[in-house]
């Protein structure tokens, strides 16, 4: 008899799931509206022109090797990302307390970050919020925190910003929580701070000395530009707050399966780097040792060779804002085509909302129906990923939901 026989059940991992669903659907018709990985008009994955330049130059080169890494990774890399993010001319940069370390792709990071901050700096508290991306509660269960709790964000009456309730939850957290916020983009509701309630945010985070923990996923998908999408963490820093960045190279250079990410950290003063970064060795070394090459040389040789960097330039101001423009197209047209329909409620959240998601507010029963009726999948939250709605589908997509708003009239249409 096995060991492992009283092993408990699991669920599945809902996106992934779902993504499994529609692979093995045979509908024509079908629409994946789940898993956040960008899609062209015609729904197939895109390669960026100049990461496909850069794997023939890296594959070339035969000085290249497969030995080890270090455990903090390509040392370039980390460098190059943590100036994307803070901007080459930045001040931590030059005094040397800020530096990155490269991760297994964002969701790399944040374990890195959520496992030093709790057993190496003393963290116990942690917010999100509400609703947030799933895997932070479930990473940071991983990690060990046992006080995980959540700050109010989305407000599901008016469908915008609880920005209210954020702030009151805020000055409530214990002086020394961690709080992780989204740099751009929020996952899942596509709904961000403004200028000045960033400015509010840090005025309270500052009082109440609560650290702040940002996550970066969608840095160029939320404006189609790389420093306005960064903008937040650059205002805490000049505040003179330290904090942890978990920056993804997922989806703005398209290497999803890379898993190529990058850690930032910036202190107050250089002089505990030595120790933070000797006391994150040893998490990498006790987890996977030390992180793969390829997607870190892909970044690398784009970002520091003057004629790739050139080229990426207009790509990423061009090809990223395609990418971005794609996609505050398919809010236009979706919503266009739900109103033109009279679909039950008010739809404008869907075109005031960034990035690569919307909150929609469906509920989970019309969920269930878009997926068993009209093959639609999305995940029973009812956000979507617009990156799956193209020209070709806008129409389906608005009358399965319509079908479903329709048939299921409730008072929980647009939570």
Not at 71 to 91: I, K, M, S, Y
Request: one cysteine or more.
């Amino acid at each position: 008899m096995s060991r492992f026989l009283n092993t408990a059940s699991a669920p599945p991992v809902e996106i992934f799931a779902l993504a499994k669903a529609y692979r093995e659907d045979a509908f024509a018709s079908k629409v994946d509206l789940g898993i956040g990985a960008y899609r062209t008009n015609e729904g197939k994955p895109w390669v960026l022109p100049v990461v496909r330049k850069a794997e023939l130059d890296i594959a070339g080169d035969e000085s290249l090797n497969h030995e080890y890494l270090g455990q903090l990774g390509f040392d370039e890399f980390a460098q190059l990302a943590t100036r994307l993010l803070l901007g080459a001319d930045n001040v931590a940069i030059k005094e040397g307390r800020a530096f990155g370390i490269q991760a297994l792709s964002g969701t790399g990071a944040l374990r890195l970050a959520a496992d030093f901050l709790l057993n190496c700096a003393g963290f116990k508290t942690v917010y999100v919020s509400d609703p947030s991306w799933p895997n932070h509660k479930l990473l940071l269960k991983h990690s060990g925190y046992a006080d995980i709790r959540s700050y109010r964000y989305w407000d599901s009456k008016n469908r915008k910003l609880d920005f209210d309730g954020m702030i009151e939850d805020l000055k409530k957290a214990p002086e020394d929580s961690v709080i992780i916020l989204h740099s751009c983009a929020h996952n899942p509701t596509g709904i961000d701070p403004t200028a000045d309630q960033w400015e509010q945010i840090a005025n309270v985070m500052e009082q109440r000395k609560l650290f702040p923990f940002f996550d970066s996923a969608y840095q160029g998908f939320a404006s189609g530009d790389l420093e306005k999408d960064s903008s937040a963490v650059r205002y805490f820093i000049s505040r003179g707050f330290e904090l942890f960045c978990a920056q993804s190279f997922a989806k703005n250079f398209g290497l999803y399966n890379e898993r190529i990410g990058n850690l930032t950290i910036v202190l107050r003063d250089a002089a505990p780097a030595v120790n933070v970064k000797a006391q994150i060795t040893l998490l990498v070394r006790g987890n996977y040792s030390n992180p793969p090459a390829h997607g870190a040389r892909i970044v690398t040789k784009v970002l520091s060779n003057n004629e790739l960097y050139a080229e990426w330039s207009v790509e990423i101001n061009e090809n990223i804002k395609t990418m971005a423009n794609r996609i505050k197209d398919m809010r236009t047209a979706l919503r266009q085509k739900l109103e033109e329909l009279g679909t039950p409620g008010t739809w404008s959240h869907i075109t005031t909302q960034i990035g690569m998601f919307s909150y929609t507010g469906l509920n989970q029963r019309q969920v269930e129906y878009l997926v068993n009726q009209h093959h639609v999948y999305l995940p029973k939250d009812g956000r979507i990923s617009l990156c799956g709605v193209n020209t070709n589908n806008v129409e389906y997509v608005a009358k399965a939901i319509h079908d479903a708003v329709t048939k299921y009239p409730d008072n929980q249409a647009n939570l």
